[in-house]
């Protein structure tokens, strides 16, 4: 299948539609693809694009076939480092540093997207001298050295629960759960695929969702270090891979306790990991949590946006069937929205009707619309509902062309916060996020893996970056920047490609909120992997790389600039 289009001779000359909503100046279709020609008159004059294509999987809007299998290959490592090839464009000459990412490398027995045992991709941009080095390498896991040792899974992950065999079966895998937990406090997968936070000391923090599933790993050489265990009495075993970073460096995130519990903020020492309680919100359910995937940080307040999807402990330890992989959907119960005072001085609750999100795209404090007093904007990735979670399941995003993906948009949150005397402003009933931008199909209808100016977190700022659909696809299959001042988008869209998460790197100097690039992989039509540096005010493609070997899917990383320790 992976030379299907160099080896055959199928010709397909329909058309490639594009959302005529979407301005043609913002939108740039590209391809890389030598037996791709595009006719842009055609395009400019009737929204569509006549293709010579070879393989069958580029003919639509629809992220290939053979892009989907590379992702989801079990990962080589690639140590040492190789050299990878500049195809188009030029580098930057500012650019000089490495991409580090962080996500699942083998999906051997596993059902879901998050399932996959950790593995660490390494793309170092030299734009003095234009050379590109990459390598790639597992987490060493007591989750992933289990399964490469016995050929079984140690711990549940996501979806996939260990095998048990039978009623005797799951009782001894309750049984080993419940013990683990009590003796250790290791009943959790230690697989932390998520997310790589840069911490001081040349070091990065590979997080998931798990209390033990914390690695500092070497961001040059791409080391398991050692595991991040903590002796400091705070308790949860659920924590979230997004950490914040508050405005004096210390690291604000919390754990989960449960059941009879509830969330326990705490701000963290960056250098010695420390961490320290600054707030406590119980569960509203006592015997089934809320799942948090993100938060938001403003330069005083932490925001915790609690979507009605509830964990549903039977689900989890047992691996019973529910809607949402381990949890349920009660939108009756509403959205709660907490505001942390970043001191620990003050936690308020609201609430809001319901919604589902997985990332928050920033939030800011300004004076309230209205003239008196101060608010909060959480601007996030709203969705109707967490059906996005099962749209994630291997099975749909194999399947070709497979089911259109789960509508999120880019919305805005306003939560009243000081009176114009200054008097803190109690729980309130807010009004559902309101769209940012003017049209909503211009973007798709989604927006995930939101990206801003890292300059810009915490406080104003006009432009949002992320991936997005042109539809119909069931994968995220464009780049978007979308102008919150303006209220428009521009798309980046290439036939077949399945972009990753988009990092943006400031330019050094630069003045402008926009001044910079988006780094981020794509995974081509054909199958192989590749970088892309997208213009940050533009989002015109200004240099591409091949990677000599295939980067799995990928969640979240880090642009560490050289020089930076
Ligand atoms: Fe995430």
Same mark, same amino acid.
């Given at each position: 299948?992976?030379?299907?289009?160099?080896?055959?001779?199928?010709?397909?000359?329909?058309?490639?539609?594009?959302?005529?909503?979407?301005? @043609?100046?913002?939108?740039?279709?590209?391809?890389?693809?030598?037996?791709?020609?595009?006719?842009?008159?055609?395009?400019?004059?009737?929204?569509?694009?006549?293709?010579?294509?070879?393989?069958?999987?580029?003919?639509?809007?629809?992220?290939?076939?053979?892009?989907?299998?590379?992702?989801?290959?079990?990962?080589?490592?690639?140590?040492?480092? *190789?050299?990878?090839?500049? *195809?188009?464009?030029?580098?930057?000459?500012?650019?000089?540093?490495?991409?580090?990412?962080?996500?699942?490398?083998?999906?051997?027995?596993?059902?879901?997207?998050?399932?996959?045992?950790?593995?660490?991709?390494?793309?170092?941009?030299?734009?003095?001298?234009?050379?590109?080095?990459?390598?790639?390498?597992?987490?060493?896991? %007591?989750?992933?050295?289990?399964?490469?040792?016995?050929?079984?899974?140690?711990?549940?992950?996501?979806?996939?629960?260990?095998?048990?065999?039978?009623?005797?079966?799951? =009782?001894?895998?309750?049984?080993?759960?419940?013990?683990?937990?009590?003796?250790?406090?290791?009943?959790?997968? %230690?697989?932390?695929?998520?997310?790589?936070?840069?911490?001081?000391?040349?070091?990065?923090?590979?997080?998931?969702? =798990?209390?033990?599933?914390?690695?500092? *790993?070497?961001?040059?050489?791409? /080391?398991? #270090?050692?595991?991040?265990?903590?002796?400091?009495?705070?308790?949860?075993?659920?924590?979230?891979?997004?950490?914040?970073?508050?405005?004096?460096?210390?690291?604000?995130?919390?754990?989960?306790?449960?059941?009879?519990?509830?969330?326990?903020?705490?701000?963290?020492?960056?250098?010695?990991?420390?961490?320290?309680?600054?707030?406590?919100?119980?569960?509203?359910?006592?015997?089934?949590?809320?799942?948090?995937? %993100?938060?938001?940080?403003?330069?005083?307040?932490?925001?915790?946006?609690?979507?009605?999807?509830?964990?549903?402990?039977?689900?989890?330890?047992?691996?019973?069937?529910?809607?949402?992989?381990?949890?349920?959907?009660? !939108?009756?119960?509403?959205?709660?929205?907490?505001?942390?005072?970043?001191?620990?001085?003050?936690?308020?609750?609201?609430?809001?009707?319901?919604?589902?999100?997985?990332?928050?795209?920033?939030?800011?404090?300004?004076?309230?619309?209205?003239?008196?007093?101060?608010?909060?904007?959480?601007?996030?990735?709203?969705?109707? %509902?967490?059906?996005?979670?099962?749209?994630?399941?291997?099975?749909?995003?194999?399947?070709?062309?497979?089911? /259109?993906?789960?509508?999120?948009?880019?919305?805005?949150?306003? @939560?009243?916060?000081?009176?114009?005397?200054?008097?803190?402003?109690?729980?309130?009933?807010?009004?559902?996020?309101?769209?940012?931008?003017?049209?909503?199909?211009?973007?798709?209808?989604?927006?995930?893996?939101?990206?801003?100016?890292?300059?810009?977190?915490?406080?104003?700022?006009?432009?949002?970056?992320?991936?997005? =659909?042109?539809?119909?696809?069931?994968?995220?299959?464009?780049?978007?920047?979308?102008?919150?001042?303006?209220?428009?988008?521009?798309?980046?869209?290439? !036939?077949?490609?399945?972009? =990753?998460?988009? @990092?943006?790197?400031?330019?050094?100097?630069?003045?402008?909120?926009?001044?910079?690039?988006?780094?981020?992989? #794509?995974?081509?039509?054909?199958?192989?992997?590749? *970088?892309?540096?997208?213009?940050?005010?533009?989002?015109?493609?200004?240099?591409?790389?091949?990677?000599?070997?295939?980067?799995?899917?990928?969640?979240?990383?880090?642009?560490?600039? /050289?020089?930076?320790?």
């Amino acid at each position: 299948m992976k030379h299907q289009r160099a080896s055959s001779t199928k010709n397909y000359a329909g058309p490639l539609s594009v959302p005529t909503s979407i301005p @043609i100046h913002a939108l740039h279709v590209r391809s890389p693809i030598r037996n791709i020609i595009l006719k842009s008159t055609s395009f400019q004059s009737t929204h569509a694009v006549s293709q010579t294509v070879v393989s069958p999987y580029v003919a639509s809007s629809y992220v290939s076939q053979e892009a989907r299998q590379a992702v989801f290959r079990r990962a080589q490592e690639q140590v040492p480092e *190789v050299d990878a090839a500049l *195809v188009s464009g030029q580098l930057p000459s500012w650019l000089r540093g490495s991409l580090l990412l962080n996500g699942c490398g083998d999906y051997r027995g596993m059902q879901h997207m998050f399932d996959g045992y950790a593995c660490l991709t390494r793309i170092h941009l030299d734009g003095t001298t234009g050379r590109v080095t990459a390598g790639q390498r597992f987490l060493d896991s %007591d989750a992933y050295r289990s399964f490469l040792n016995t050929g079984r899974m140690k711990y549940r992950e996501f979806q996939t629960p260990v095998p048990a065999d039978g009623p005797m079966g799951r =009782a001894m895998v309750l049984l080993d759960t419940t013990l683990a937990w009590m003796s250790t406090g290791r009943a959790f997968t %230690d697989n932390a695929s998520v997310s790589l936070t840069p911490l001081p000391g040349n070091r990065l923090l590979a997080l998931s969702e =798990a209390r033990t599933a914390a690695y500092i *790993v070497d961001p040059t050489t791409l /080391d398991t #270090v050692r595991q991040v265990e903590y002796d400091d009495g705070l308790p949860g075993d659920l924590t979230t891979a997004h950490p914040k970073r508050a405005p004096d460096g210390s690291i604000i995130n919390f754990t989960h306790s449960f059941p009879l519990g509830g969330v326990h903020v705490f701000r963290q020492d960056p250098i010695s990991l420390a961490r320290k309680q600054i707030a406590f919100i119980r569960d509203r359910n006592p015997v089934s949590p809320c799942w948090v995937h %993100d938060m938001a940080i403003t330069t005083s307040h932490l925001v915790v946006v609690e979507p009605p999807l509830f964990i549903n402990m039977n689900s989890l330890v047992l691996g019973e069937s529910t809607p949402f992989v381990f949890m349920d959907w009660n !939108p009756e119960a509403g959205t709660r929205v907490h505001v942390i005072a970043l001191d620990g001085s003050r936690v308020v609750t609201h609430t809001a009707p319901p919604l589902f999100t997985l990332h928050l795209v920033n939030a800011f404090e300004r004076p309230c619309s209205s003239g008196t007093g101060t608010e909060i904007c959480v601007d996030f990735s709203v969705y109707d %509902d967490p059906e996005i979670i099962n749209d994630l399941s291997l099975d749909r995003l194999k399947a070709f062309p497979g089911k /259109d993906i789960s509508p999120s948009r880019l919305r805005r949150l306003s @939560i009243p916060l000081l009176y114009a005397a200054g008097r803190p402003v109690g729980p309130t009933s807010l009004a559902a996020p309101a769209p940012l931008l003017k049209d909503e199909n211009a973007y798709g209808n989604f927006i995930e893996f939101p990206a801003i100016n890292p300059r810009f977190c915490g406080k104003a700022y006009r432009y949002a970056y992320g991936t997005a =659909a042109v539809r119909p696809t069931n994968l995220n299959n464009a780049f978007a920047r979308h102008d919150l001042e303006l209220g428009t988008s521009t798309l980046w869209h290439e !036939p077949g490609a399945l972009p =990753a998460e988009p @990092i943006f790197v400031p330019r050094p100097g630069g003045t402008s909120e926009d001044d910079g690039v988006l780094v981020a992989t #794509v995974t081509l039509a054909d199958g192989q992997s590749a *970088v892309v540096v997208l213009d940050g005010a533009t989002l015109q493609e200004r240099a591409r790389v091949v990677l000599p070997f295939t980067v799995p899917y990928r969640f979240h990383g880090t642009f560490l600039a /050289d020089g930076r320790t």
